[in-house]
């Protein structure tokens, strides 16, 4: 019961920048004797104190470009950290704090990416969203890639569905908002959809929370951005039939004499209401679902079958006297479809 994705997208963060050439600062001390620049008096050791600091940045600093130019990355972005903690006015912040550490957590979660390191991008992805919480690039690869290496695995695995809701939320809002992610293909970008799998996330992770509700709220919002994705009317049938078979047991517990009764009890009536405003709830949402799985097009197996056993068995239920209208509704959904349900590709990947 899976609908893959498959892209390779790349964060835009890989333009070569080329670090100040160490040996700026000066760092002698050659003053000594009569000099001006004396140890004697306040004002000569305030001058050695300040040469001992810029000799200690200017260590730190050929620390780091001693490490970048090793391509020892790991040692470079911590030793770059400490610089900028430790110098917050030093001569090289700016350009390790907006320049280079960028590009280098660019680099690192495309290669986390390609690795489908989930738990190494989430750390990489955090530090960037710290300094630039609306970072659109950064909350879209997160949640793309969340679904395709765990929610979609087999067996499903949730152990990050936290932050897969965290970041599914947010790019919710800055897409609705106009946003576009740099990352994708803009000849292919298709907002619709996009928004499409991404409350599909919020309603399998809310499913999987106990969230029944909410996730039928999602999976039909996801319906209605993209009218050709089979799961979101699979699991609309799925939760509609929980659903309906709680209204079933209710209306059950009243005595047969009153669920016979014609003129029913307010009580009575209202619970066969229920009963059939969702069994009417799971044939839309299955009949759409068959619709879009043909036997020569069905990637979901048995699942299809069974589907289709349970489907027409509540349709003969509701329906006694239309024995073919149940086909007919499914060739009713067949033309609906949008051409395209997934996510738009990569400038840089497949």
Not at 277 to 299: M, R, Y
Request: aromatic share 10%; glycine share 6%; charged share 25%.
């Amino acid at each position: 019961m899976k609908r893959y994705i498959t892209t390779t997208m790349l964060l835009g963060l890989l333009t070569a920048v080329t670090p100040p050439a160490f040996g700026a600062l000066n760092t002698q001390r050659g003053y000594e004797g009569n000099s001006i620049y004396s140890a004697r008096g306040t004002y000569g050791l305030g001058l050695l104190a300040y040469q001992d600091q810029k000799k200690e940045e200017a260590d730190a600093y050929k620390a780091w470009y001693d490490a970048n130019a090793a391509k020892d990355y790991p040692k470079a972005i911590e030793l770059a950290k400490q610089y900028i903690d430790k110098f917050p006015q030093g001569s090289y912040v700016d350009y390790l704090k907006n320049k280079w550490i960028p590009s280098m957590r660019g680099y690192q979660f495309n290669q986390a990416m390609q690795a489908k390191n989930t738990a190494e991008m989430i750390k990489i992805g955090k530090e960037a969203l710290a300094q630039d919480a609306d970072n659109v690039d950064y909350l879209y690869l997160l949640a793309l890639n969340i679904r395709q290496n765990e929610l979609f695995a087999t067996p499903p695995n949730f152990s990050h569905s936290a932050e897969a809701m965290d970041f599914s939320q947010r790019t919710i809002k800055l897409i609705e908002a106009g946003k576009v992610p740099a990352v994708v293909d803009k000849a292919k970008w298709n907002q619709n959809l996009t928004l499409s799998w991404l409350y599909q996330i919020e309603a399998m992770i809310e499913n999987k929370n106990g969230a029944a509700d909410k996730a039928l709220d999602d999976y039909l919002k996801s319906a209605s951005l993209d009218a050709a994705n089979p799961l979101n009317y699979l699991m609309c049938g799925s939760l509609r039939q929980n659903k309906y078979q709680a209204a079933a047991q209710k209306f059950s517990a009243f005595p047969e004499a009153d669920r016979q009764d014609p003129a029913a009890k307010p009580e009575v009536k209202s619970a066969l209401d229920e009963v059939n405003k969702q069994a009417d709830g799971v044939i839309d949402c299955w009949a759409h679902f068959l619709a879009l799985t043909e036997p020569s097009n069905n990637p979901y197996g048995a699942t299809r079958d069974q589907v289709k056993g349970a489907l027409e068995a509540l349709y003969k239920f509701r329906h006694p006297d239309s024995p073919d209208g149940l086909q007919k509704l499914i060739d009713q959904y067949k033309g609906g479809a949008s051409a395209n349900s997934k996510p738009a590709a990569s400038t840089t990947g497949n």
